[in-house]
């Protein structure tokens, strides 16, 4: 009888353990000569992977050697102490070794039943940040995969809560309902024109409120479009606040913004996805917008609390509604019940479910409350030595601000905008191309800006000037050569 097939031996698991874990090590002790990422041709790298469907097996150490040549040398390094783009975030050292134990354990946490200790530990570090970031911890709560998708849940409910009950029976084709409306500011994330689309709503229902001149969504605006809307026989749903704007990290204030929700009786969802948890930088403290005013919140562990892609947190203050959306248990998923069982599936349409709880668990305990504050303190200061050197440079400037270590500066040598605009650009080009450090843009009411993002783990004072030197003498250099036609 031959062999059966199986699995590696757990000894073979384990040595080819070591091996992965010796390469990632040898690449974060040379990190900083490792280049973010390098230009490469979108043929040339495809036809490089593209290969037939393996019909044999390959030894370990070929798959090893294959992924150290033919793919980390041509992604963007996120977890780099020189990304700057985007929102720079992190996964730290204990982070991913529970992401390889969640892996290893491949729990589905959908039900308590499916996974007591994954369901429990959930509802830990749910409650953990709800008291980080100043949110009822008597809310319902769930981790999800990303911010998105915790805004399409909340306006779902929202929706739902809206029409009442028979929406889930009857749903929205061919009833005779009034013009439903969300709300949201010009600055706020594409995630709430998709949540519009998906459910139903469209992207003309979605009104975008205008912003003040620090970018952040004006309430008196608001209001008057609710009225307007109103006057109109149309049905306001839902605001969506944003804390932490993409393009700017502005703040709209949410208290005024909840105010206005509350006298017209209108569900306030609030995006901290960026800005959510940089209350816990003590400098920060006292500046930060009180979050515990949202009928429903997300917030993103994996952004700024140096947890592996991907988890968010979403909190509704209404007890059942994200379950009167989304719960619909099957036979085959009915289990006994008691006051401590959470059944996870019933807050979200996902009912596979990762165990991501674990990593968070491992991450807060390893560093502690007081552990993340400093690392988060540390890059807000990193932020604040770099607008402070910015102001020092009579051709760059700092067009708009924010309290969060998110830095737009943009170099003005010329007194044409348009100049002003393609040599930005051509900073971020180049910048993106030496591999040195990568960092993105966005356009405001002054044009192209420069986009800093300062929030990984291994980020030091020495790689914010690196980058900041950079800038300086790649600007220098480009307005000095005539710019091509």
């Known amino acids: 009888m031959s062999e059966e097939p199986g699995d590696w031996a ?36 495809s036809a490089s992977l593209l290969s037939e469907l393996p019909e044999q097996g390959v030894d370990f150490e070929r798959v090893l050697t294959d992924t150290r040549e033919l793919v980390l040398p041509y992604l963007v390094h996120w977890n780099h102490p020189s990304f700057h783009g985007y929102f720079s975030n992190s ?33 830990v ?18 981790l999800v995969n990303g911010a998105s998708l915790a805004t399409l849940y909340a306006l779902a409910a929202a929706r739902d809560a809206a029409l009442g009950p028979s929406v889930r029976v009857e749903g929205l084709a061919g009833r005779d309902l009034p013009v439903l409306r969300l709300y ?53 749903v839902a605001v969506v606040a944003s804390v932490g704007t993409t393009s700017v990290g502005a703040a709209d204030p949410v208290t005024a913004i ?43 562990p994996h952004k700024t609390l140096y947890i592996p892609m991907e988890a968010s947190a979403l909190y509704c203050r209404h007890r059942g509604a994200l379950a009167d959306t989304f719960r619909l248990v099957a036979e085959y998923l009915k289990s006994a019940q008691d006051e401590h069982t959470v ?64 830095v737009c500066l943009r170099f003005e040598p010329s007194g044409d905008r348009e100049v002003n605009d393609w040599l930005n650009a051509e900073i971020v080009e180049e910048v993106n191309a030496s591999g040195e450090a990568f960092i993105s843009h966005t356009v405001i009411d ?17 790689d914010v000037e690196r980058l900041w030197r950079a800038l300086r003498e790649i600007a220098a250099r480009r307005f000095a050569m005539p710019r091509a036609a």
């Open 258 to 300: 909840a105010d206005v929700c509350e006298r017209n009786g209108v569900w306030l969802h609030v995006d901290a996805a960026f800005g959510g948890f940089w209350r816990l930088a003590p400098s920060l403290a006292d500046q930060v917008e009180d979050l515990s005013l949202a009928d429903s919140l997300v917030v993103n």
């Open 125 to 142: 570090v749910l409650g953990w940040i709800s008291e980080m970031v100043g949110y009822p911890e008597d809310s319902d709560s769930v």
């Open 10 to 45: 757990p000894a073979q698991f384990e040595e080819h353990g070591r091996e992965l874990l010796a390469v990632l090590r040898e690449h974060f002790e040379s990190i900083r000569q490792v280049p973010v990422t390098v230009p490469s041709d979108t043929g040339d790298l």
């Open 343 to 406: 059944d996870y599936m019933n807050l979200t349409p996902q009912l596979g479910r990762s165990f991501r709880a674990l990593k968070l668990w491992w991450v807060i305990r390893t560093f502690g409350r007081a552990g993340l504050a400093e690392r988060l303190e540390h890059s807000v200061q990193l932020a604040n030595w770099l607008r402070e050197a910015v102001a020092e440079e009579p051709l760059w400037r700092v067009p708009v601000d924010s309290i969060y270590p998110l």
């Open 446 to 462: 002054d044009g192209y800006v420069i986009r800093v993002s300062i929030g990984n783990i291994h980020t030091t004072r020495a």
């Open 184 to 236: 949201t500011s010009d600055q706020a994330h594409s995630s709430v024109d998709k949540a519009a689309i998906t459910l139903g709503f469209g992207t003309a229902n979605l009104v975008k409120i205008p912003s003040d001149d620090q970018y952040r969504m004006r309430p008196d605006a608001l209001e008057a479009a609710i009225s307007a809307d109103l006057a109109n026989g149309f049905k306001p």
């Open 91 to 123: 996964a730290s050292f204990p982070g991913v070794l529970a992401e390889t134990m969640t892996a290893a354990l491949n729990v589905n946490a959908m039900l308590w039943k499916s996974g007591p200790a994954a369901s429990a530990l959930e509802r």
